[in-house]
T-cell receptor, first 114, second 116 residues
Framework: ETGVTQTPRHLVMGMTNKKSLKCEQHLGHNAMYWYKQSAKKPLELMFVYSLEERVENNSVPSRFSPECPNSSHLFLHLHTLQPEDSALYLC?????????????FGPGTRLTVL | AQSVAQPEDQVNVAEGNPLTVKCTYSVSGNPYLFWYVQYPNRGLQFLLKYITGDNLVKGSYGFEAEFNKSQTSFHLKKPSALVSDSALYFCAVRDGIGTGGFKTIFGAGTRLFVKA
């Protein structure tokens, strides 16, 4: 256990659905991240939050909408997704956004878009 | 610009033999280097990091890595491989002077197979 939990673990949705991914960290960290992991591609950073403020938005399509209500919780709201959005979505946290801090990852949500 | 290269998609090693997983990097300033491991159906798990100081860094599960500034490398090593070490390994870099913003750059990953 890394102290970072994600729900649901698996999600199948149609292109017209709206769903949300949830991440919670129990480590007292101040930074949280969303990554997309696709087969045979490097990890893609999507969003970075520091003390509940979004500090990095890595050219992610607007059909992905993050929300960070407090430093322990992070959501990724999904709507009108495309089949190419099918991937493993990983949440991570770190003490803060300083470059020397390692990240702690959740187990991921395996998303399939039909 | 920051970048990380893991030149091998896959490394095969027999149990009990030493293993090496290669990583080279490119950053503008001082590098902060990390190794993570991913087991099936799990997220990434931190193994070790180099920030400054001793070039040989020791981490979890008997792994170690050597920072080589002249070769811009940070290879992961273990003296004696276990079957349970079979997993996907990622090298990652952050630029210490912040030119990359808040982004950690991950390599494409190297799959390690340890045969009994």
């Amino acid at each position: 256990e890394t102290g970072v939990t994600q729900t649901p673990r698996h999600l199948v949705m149609g292109m017209t659905n709206k769903k949300s991914l949830k991440c919670e960290q129990h480590l007292g960290h101040n930074a949280m991240y969303w990554y997309k992991q696709s087969a045979k591609k490097p990890l893609e950073l999507m969003f970075v939050y520091s003390l509940e403020e979004r500090v990095e938005n890595n050219s992610v399509p607007s059909r992905f909408s993050p929300e960070c209500p407090n430093s322990s919780h992070l959501f990724l709201h999904l709507h009108t997704l495309q089949p190419e959005d099918s991937a493993l979505y990983l949440c991570a946290s770190s003490q803060d956004v300083s470059p020397h801090n390692e990240q702690f990852f959740g187990p991921g949500t395996r998303l399939t878009v039909l | 610009a920051q970048s990380v290269a893991q030149p091998e998609d896959q490394v095969n090693v027999a149990e009990g033999n030493p293993l090496t997983v290669k990583c080279t990097y490119s950053v503008s300033g001082n590098p902060y280097l990390f190794w993570y491991v991913q087991y099936p159906n799990r997220g990434l798990q931190f193994l070790l990091k180099y920030i400054t100081g001793d070039n040989l860094v020791k981490g979890s599960y008997g792994f170690e890595a050597e920072f080589n500034k002249s070769q811009t490398s940070f290879h992961l090593k273990k003296p004696s491989a276990l079957v349970s070490d079979s997993a996907l390994y990622f090298c990652a870099v952050r630029d210490g002077i912040g030119t990359g913003g808040f982004k950690t750059i991950f390599g494409a990953g190297t799959r390690l197979f340890v045969k009994a």
